[in-house]
Structures are given as structure tokens and as C-alpha cells.
């Protein structure tokens, strides 16, 4: 009986066929495959943070650019209007938006017609969830712009404006900003102190979706992103904490002096030095 060559039939592993040693095979052992996977770990970790960096750096971009753009619009708005700016504090009547959660009240806002696209309301790192992640600053007709015709003493009277004629330097006054309301939406406008005799003295707090700045508008359309120096900012910020009083604080020095860029009168100036 002729006996059958087993050794061409034998093509993947010959040597393992023979009793022989696995490391004659051409796939990975064991522990060859374990480095492989520990490396492929370690690369993962050390690339984690570049790519998350990458990521917050496109939302900020994002967020910048749709600041950009509800800036174009409320600065249209005026010309349309004998140059009245829109009531940008949240109204069922006459504001920018109207009140509540939603995307209803934005829908139905004045401000909408200019800019028909709900995306740009909303800030992908906002972490309330609120729909509208950005407010407008209260000394341009918004919470209590007006207050101090009425109620002079009024500690939060903003002497501010509804007219788009009445800002010195468009270029330098603030309009809006990112805010964080845990209170299921932006209810108010953006506000601050504006008496020199409470200098140094916030209200509302800057909100950071972004590290540790945040990104603003002004009247001009210019959009810039704002890294604060002073712990107290930062803290105020990390703790939501409201009516923080910091003597010194050149962060509020900064902001306050685009918070209100109109014409002076009595204890509230246009500039605030240190």
C-alpha cells in the first residue's frame, strides 16, 4: 500500500504540523500581543488631551461665530427701526427673545427675522442645556436701562440706552456674551454694577464654556474670546457665585469699561480708571 506525503498538504504552519515550536508561525504570540495593545494604550492617553483641546478649540470657534452673527443682526436691527436697538431684555411683548425654555421664545423674538437659523443661539459647550447660551449686556435697552429716570437710587439703574446713536465708540462697548443660568434659561439680561461707588462690585458672573475665559460681541459686529487673570473671576465663575465684591479686580476694571461706553453722568462715567 503506497503510503500518502502529508508535508504538501501542509502550508499555514508546516513546523507547527511537526510538533515542532509555535514561533515558527507567522502570527503573534501572546505576549507580543499584550506590548502591542499596552503601547496602543499609552498612545491613546498621551494623545487624549491634544484631542480633546482640538475639539473645545472647533466649539469655541463655533461659538465665536455665532456671536459674530447675532451681532450682524442686532446691529441691522436699529436701521430698520429709526435706530432704536431691540429690547434686549427677554418680553413677551417686544424682545430680542421672549420668555421661557425653548426654542419657541427665540422663534418668536424680534430679533429672529434678522438671523433664521436656530443653531446660532447655542453654544455646544454650554453646560445648562438652555437652549440660548448668550445675553445681551442690560445698559442697551435692557433690565433697567432706564431705571434711573424713574428710581435714581436704584442701586442697579444701568443710565443706559435704546438708541444706537447714543454709543461713543461702538468698537468698545460690549453687547453680548455667553451666560450660564442654572435656572432652565437665560431669564434677564447681562448685568453689572456701574456706580463709581460700587466699584469693583459684579452682579452676574462671567460665564466660562470655554476654559477660563469667555467669548463676547460688541456693537462694532467684532466677536473676541477673553482669558481672565484674577482667581476671583475664575472662582466666581467655577461656583456660580453672584454679587462678588474684589477690590482691585482688573478683570471687572476691564469688562466694566466696555460694559457702558455712553456719555457720563453724576457717579457713573464712561471709563473707570483704577
Keep these: 500500500m503506497t503510503s500518502l506525503d502529508h508535508s504538501k498538504y ?25 506590548v502591542s495593545i499596552s503601547i496602543i494604550t499609552m498612545l491613546i492617553a498621551l494623545l487624549q488631551p491634544t484631542l480633546h483641546g482640538a475639539r473645545e478649540q472647533a466649539r469655541r470657534r463655533y461659538c465665536e461665530n455665532s456671536l459674530r452673527q447675532l451681532a450682524i443682526a442686532w446691529t441691522v436691527f436699529p436701521t430698520d427701526h ?5 429690547n434686549s431684555l427677554p418680553d413677551d411683548t417686544d424682545g430680542w427673545v421672549k420668555r421661557g425654555a425653548g426654542w419657541t421664545p427665540i422663534e418668536q423674538g424680534k430679533l429672529y427675522p434678522y438671523v433664521r437659523t436656530t443653531g446660532v ?10 437652549e440660548r447660551s448668550y445675553s445681551i449686556a ?9 431705571r434711573h429716570l424713574s428710581n435714581p437710587n436704584d442701586s442697579w439703574a444701568q443710565f443706559g440706552t435704546d438708541n444706537f446713536d ?6 468698545s462697548q460690549l453687547l453680548a456674551l455667553e451666560e450660564l443660568d442654572a435656572r432652565g434659561w437665560n431669564i434677564g439680561s447681562w448685568i453689572m454694577y456701574v456706580r463709581d461707588a460700587q466699584k469693583y462690585s459684579w452682579i452676574d458672573y462671567m460665564a ?13 459686529g ?25 477690590p482691585g479686580n482688573e478683570d471687572w476694571l476691564k469688562v466694566r469699561n466696555w460694559y457702558r461706553n455712553l456719555q457720563s453722568t453724576g457717579d457713573v462715567k464712561q471709563t473707570v480708571a483704577p
Design 82 to 86: 429709526n435706530q432704536e436697538l431691540v
Design 166 to 171: 447714543e454709543i461713543i465708540i461702538p468698537s
Design 222 to 246: 467684532h466677536v473676541q474670546f477673553e482669558y481672565w487673570q484674577d482667581k476671583d473671576t475664575n472662582f466666581a465663575s467655577k461656583n456660580e457665585l453672584f454679587f462678588l465684591t474684589d
Design 138 to 146: 442690560a445698559p442697551l435697552h435692557g433690565e433697567r436701562w432706564d
Design 121 to 130: 443661539w447655542h453654544c455646544p459647550s454650554d453646560p445648562t442645556g438652555n
Design 208 to 220: 466660562q464654556f470655554h476654559s477660563r475665559g469667555t467669548t463676547l460681541s460688541f456693537a462694532d
Design 10 to 34: 501542509v502550508k499555514a504552519c508546516p513546523t507547527a504540523m511537526r510538533g515542532r515550536s509555535l514561533r515558527g508561525c507567522s502570527g503573534f504570540s501572546l505576549i507580543e500581543l499584550l
